[in-house]
């Protein structure tokens, strides 16, 4: 009976979702997107500083807590070019 509530009350605690932060670091040369997969130079220290940032504005909340960033990084599709752009380029 013990082992019942103290798995529901970690259970309750697991379940408070907060929003997360988003941050758009923008275009950036293939050189900084290399050192920021390992961990280091100023994408990393940019992510870091967000970090400390939203752990200042948790205060009380962010204390025991381990805050992860999760980096995404993308490259933006080619558009595809009509058959007409192909064949006549630089007739609008």
Same mark, same amino acid.
Do not use: C, H
């Given at each position: ?21 988003? =941050? ?9 997107? +290399?050192?920021?997969?390992? *961990?280091?130079? #100023? $994408? ?21 807590? =381990? ?9 933006? +599709?080619?558009?595809?070019? *009509?058959?007409? #752009? $192909? ?6």
């Amino acid at each position: 009976m013990a082992e019942e509530t103290e798995t529901t009350q970690s259970e309750t605690k697991q379940s408070v979702m907060t929003q997360p932060i988003i =941050v758009e670091l923008g275009t950036k040369k293939s050189g900084n997107i +290399k050192d920021l997969k390992k *961990g280091k130079g #100023k $994408l990393w220290d940019e992510v870091l500083n967000v970090v400390e940032e939203a752990r200042d504005m948790l205060g009380a909340e962010a204390e025991g807590k =381990v805050l992860v960033p999760v980096i995404m990084i993308y490259q933006k +599709k080619a558009k595809r070019r *009509g058959l007409e #752009k $192909l064949i006549f380029p630089y007739i609008k």
